[in-house]
């Protein structure tokens, strides 16, 4: 029995420029199309395989002899220096070890090596994978909530006899008036289908002094980086995703929000989503599944785009063998129409806390003193809408503070759940007047105690109006 490296790495290993998604978080060596469509054809049996990150290398390895006690020597590396060193047993024909690291924002290349002589079989692997480490996209000071809800046509998305179905999910937006340097993100993002949730990448996009739009996916910090010139386009690429399906109904419910933020006050944006069918998308057809969206050449605007040069919507993969593969389903139907039939358009505008506000206001960039408690006095303008600012900071060791902008008059009610929806604390619940309000949860729940890490949410209530914010607590 050989035990060697499988499908992923057949053939000349893909640019480590390449970037790739993994459906589900994490970030994993690349794969070429190439590599995609040979692995349908069929790949060997014996497959050893590493998916590597910024915080962790995950070794695996599949058809060993069925005994006890198979022992894998493991090493990682990175930029040429060893950082871990150990051995891994596990009984049986396949086992997995995740080894954590701590690598610093910024380029690096991870290496990835084994060794094993064990109950009869020996073998080496080693791979060298070249990743961009960082933080996801400030959400920027300026912040609103958007989601939209629609449907799928009534086509169901099937799979194909090579495997799944891929739905590409993607979004564009319209904004005027940005200057140079200044940016809209995306974050905290997500589709769900019947329910079910997906999570998008997070997006940036920046506007510059440059002749035409780009558009590329960071494997570092799993998000979408876009540039395009001032004038924009009458559609700008926001952010996208693809993930396999086998016989999805027609007909699905379908919504998709996120947080929308923005370095520049006084900017409203609209925007709209589609989802088109595909046979194939540019991953690896083993588990897990990696998507390379760089590969499928996802076009940056409509218009003014630097490397396309056609009709085709911002949105729409330029890949010809992904294009060729599109086929009926989700918004779609095949066909010229590559990014499915648009949603309805929804209409925002990123809400500043009342430092910034106070500038919309002609005030003088008067700063507010009191946080606490700030009404309309001074020249600050008033909310326009329920508003909830991105948690500060997130991840957080500590206390986490929010801004809310009340529109009216009314009972304020603060409260922080955990990742299954259960009531963590309370942060505020009390008859509040129109302003803005800075609000600090400590950090501990309802009992006194300090909460574990993990996701959380923030949720804030307002006359029979809510909106809610994602953040992260790291003990």
């Known amino acids: 029995m050989e035990c060697r490296w499988g499908a992923r790495f057949i053939g000349e290993a893909p640019p480590a420029s390449r970037a790739m998604r993994r459906v589900k978080p994490l970030v994993t060596v690349a794969l070429g199309l190439a590599a995609l469509l040979l692995n349908a054809a069929g ?50 024909p396949s086992g997995s070890n995740t080894i954590p690291i701590s690598v610093p924002p910024g380029g690096h290349s991870i290496a990835a090596h084994a060794d094993w002589n064990t109950n009869g079989e020996s073998d080496t692997f080693g791979i060298n994978k070249d990743v961009s480490c960082g933080s996801p996209p400030p959400p920027g000071p300026c912040t609103v909530i958007g989601s939209i809800n629609s449907n799928f046509n009534g086509t169901a998305v099937v799979g194909v006899s090579s495997g799944p179905a891929f739905i590409w999910f993607n979004s564009n937006f319209s904004v005027k008036g940005m200057t140079a340097g200044n940016s809209i993100v995306l974050t905290n993002s997500r589709v769900l289908i019947n329910g079910v949730p997906y999570e998008v990448p997070d997006a940036r996009i920046t506007f510059a002094n440059v002749p035409c739009a780009t558009t590329s996916f960071d494997t570092g910090t799993q998000s979408w980086i876009t540039t395009v010139p001032l004038s924009g386009s009458d559609e700008i690429f926001l952010s996208g995703l693809a993930f396999p399906v086998t016989n999805l109904p027609g007909g699905a419910k379908v919504s998709w929000e996120g947080t929308f933020g923005t370095s520049q006050p006084g900017v409203c944006l609209s925007w709209k989503w589609g989802a088109a069918a595909y046979k194939i998308f540019p991953l690896q057809n083993t588990d897990p599944l990696v998507i390379d969206y760089n590969v499928a050449q996802i076009k940056p605007t409509h218009q003014a785009s630097c490397l396309y040069n056609n009709g085709n919507h911002a949105g729409t993969p330029q890949n010809p063998t992904v294009q060729a593969s599109v086929t009926g389903g989700a918004r779609g139907g095949g066909g010229s129409n590559f990014t499915g039939s648009w949603s309805g358009t929804g209409s925002l505008c990123p809400v500043c806390p009342p430092e910034l506000a106070a500038r919309l206001g002609d005030s003088g960039g008067l700063a507010y003193s009191d946080k606490a408690s700030v009404g309309l006095r001074d020249g600050i303008v008033a909310p326009r809408v329920l508003s909830l600012s991105a948690a500060r900071p997130s991840p957080s060791h500590g206390s986490v503070s929010f801004v809310v902008g009340m529109p009216s008059e009314g009972n304020l009610r603060l409260r922080i759940f955990d990742v299954r929806g259960r009531l963590v604390a309370t942060v505020r619940d009390q008859h509040e007047s129109t302003g803005w309000r800075d609000l600090t949860w400590n950090g501990r729940s309802e009992s006194g105690r300090l909460v574990p890490g993990g996701i959380y949410f923030a949720k804030v209530e307002l006359s029979g109006r809510s909106v809610t914010q994602r953040f992260v607590v790291a003990r």
């Open 43 to 92: 790949a060997a049996a014996h497959v050893v395989t590493a998916d590597i990150s910024c915080t962790a290398v995950t070794f695996h390895c599949t058809d060993f002899p069925d005994a006890n006690n198979n022992t894998i020597n493991e090493s990682v590396s990175i930029d040429g220096s060893l950082v871990v060193a150990t051995t891994f047993s596990f009984n049986g």
